[in-house]
């Protein structure tokens, strides 16, 4: 099949039907082929390989070596993945996937835990030959593609074909401005903070007000916890899990280090079927605590035409060395919106199996 070609002025996400076309002209490349709901309305599911490697410690490749080259140099040993097996906390995994690239010089790529990857906290980035970051493919880049895996709270049983990381492809850069932002913010209602911040991407705050009957505002992951299936759904009894935190009557929560949190926006945003967005720091500089390993929002999350009314933005925090103290309402980062290069064949929460659509506070999948 033919390439795609762009006109040099058409910048943007690429959707479902492009990601098939791309896959349909080998610029991505299956060791089996796709399965169902692979393909996301903006993205593509990566599914792990059959073999993965125990490696000392994390790295990047650089500008002249492969992954495989440094797995040789620092593996302790490998896991066979065929019949699943445990990744323990606390211990760096590399597993290639299944899907390797051969991408057009004009199309790149980035990568993001899924969301379930994310609210379980195992830390997941995608890497590949030659590259100086994670989850960041250069346009034109042609080879394997692995996954650096790292659980940092619950040991977690994966397998040949597990899906941990997605993966969007760009042609070029289509970031909203400021401006851009909130023209489109009067037409769509992209949150409803009537004195949203939009100057570089719609604010997204902390809700320590409390949800629901029990007034909870979060849950603090338990140590020491059993093993959670990736996948399996609604197998996991949420208390053996997870601590739940009521709502206090100043609404402050104090995070302990080195503790993992699921929190919950306090604007109920929304993600219209031309636009994807990204949720980022507020503020790199704020080094106590790491909010949200999961960051893509795929066109229609929270949007009325696609079965949602606005949804909250599920924060996965991760406190750092020393106690930090939240309040209700403060800023913890910004949902940064992006043009679609056309409008997906399906939205988010339309009939493919989306989890999250209308959420509030909401725990992973695995949980019942």
């Known amino acids: 099949m033919e390439a795609l070609v762009f006109d040099p002025d058409e910048k943007g996400i690429l959707p479902d039907a492009m990601i098939h076309a791309l896959a349909d002209a080998g610029a991505i490349l299956p060791a089996q082929d796709f399965v169902p709901g692979q393909i996301q309305p903006a993205s593509l599911d990566l599914r792990l390989g059959d073999i993965a490697y125990r490696v000392r410690a994390s790295f990047l490749p650089g500008p002249h070596t492969t992954v495989a080259d440094r797995i040789e140099d620092l593996k302790l040993h490998e896991i066979s993945l065929t019949d699943g097996a445990v990744l323990e906390t606390g211990c760096v995994y590399i597993v290639p996937v299944m899907e390797s690239l051969a991408l057009p010089p004009d199309v790149a790529a980035a990568a993001n835990p899924k969301s379930s990857t994310g609210r379980l906290d195992v830390f997941t980035r995608v890497i590949a030959d030659n590259m100086r970051g994670f989850d960041r493919i250069e346009a034109g880049y042609h080879g394997?593609?692995?996954?650096?895996?790292?659980?940092?709270?619950?040991?977690?049983?994966?397998?040949?074909?597990?899906?941990?990381?997605?993966?969007?492809?760009?042609?070029?850069?289509?970031t909203l401005n400021a401006s851009e932002l909130a023209v489109l913010h009067a037409a769509?209602?992209?949150?409803?903070?009537?004195?949203?911040?939009?100057?570089?991407?719609?604010?997204?705050?902390?809700?320590?007000?409390?949800?629901?009957?029990?007034?909870?505002?979060?849950?603090?992951?338990?140590?020491h916890t059993g093993l959670i299936d990736v996948d399996?759904?609604?197998?996991?009894?949420?208390?053996?899990?997870?601590?739940?935190?009521?709502?206090?009557?100043?609404?402050?929560?104090?995070?302990?280090?080195?503790?993992?949190?699921?929190?919950a926006?306090?604007?109920?945003?929304?993600?219209?079927?031309?636009?994807?967005?990204?949720?980022?720091?507020?503020?790199?500089?704020?080094?106590?605590?790491?909010?949200?390993?999961?960051?893509?929002?795929?066109?229609?999350?929270?949007?009325?035409?696609a079965g949602g009314r606005g949804a909250r933005a599920?924060?996965?925090?991760r406190s750092r060395e020393v106690p930090f103290i939240l309040e209700h309402g403060q800023l913890v980062g910004?949902?940064?919106?992006?043009?679609?290069?056309?409008?997906?064949?399906?939205?988010y929460g339309q009939g493919i199996g989306s989890n999250y659509q209308a959420q509030n506070l909401k725990l992973s999948k695995h949980f019942r």
């Open 144 to 174: 394997p593609l692995y996954a650096e895996i790292s659980p940092r709270t619950f040991p977690v049983l994966v397998r040949e074909g597990s899906r941990l990381s997605q993966m969007r492809f760009h042609h070029g850069k289509a």
């Open 188 to 223: 769509e209602r992209l949150t409803d903070d009537p004195d949203a911040d939009m100057s570089e991407g719609i604010g997204v705050s902390v809700d320590l007000s409390g949800f629901g009957p029990d007034g909870l505002v979060g849950y603090r992951a338990k140590r």
């Open 232 to 263: 399996r759904r609604a197998s996991y009894d949420t208390l053996e899990f997870w601590e739940p935190i009521a709502a206090r009557r100043d609404e402050s929560l104090i995070l302990d280090p080195n503790e993992f949190y699921i929190l």
């Open 265 to 305: 926006s306090k604007e109920a945003v929304q993600v219209p079927p031309d636009y994807a967005a990204e949720m980022v720091p507020f503020d790199p500089l704020v080094g106590e605590f790491r909010v949200h390993y999961a960051g893509f929002f795929d066109p229609g999350f929270g949007y009325a035409g």
């Open 314 to 317: 599920v924060l996965e925090v």
């Open 334 to 347: 910004r949902l940064v919106y992006e043009h679609m290069l056309a409008r997906p064949d399906s939205l």
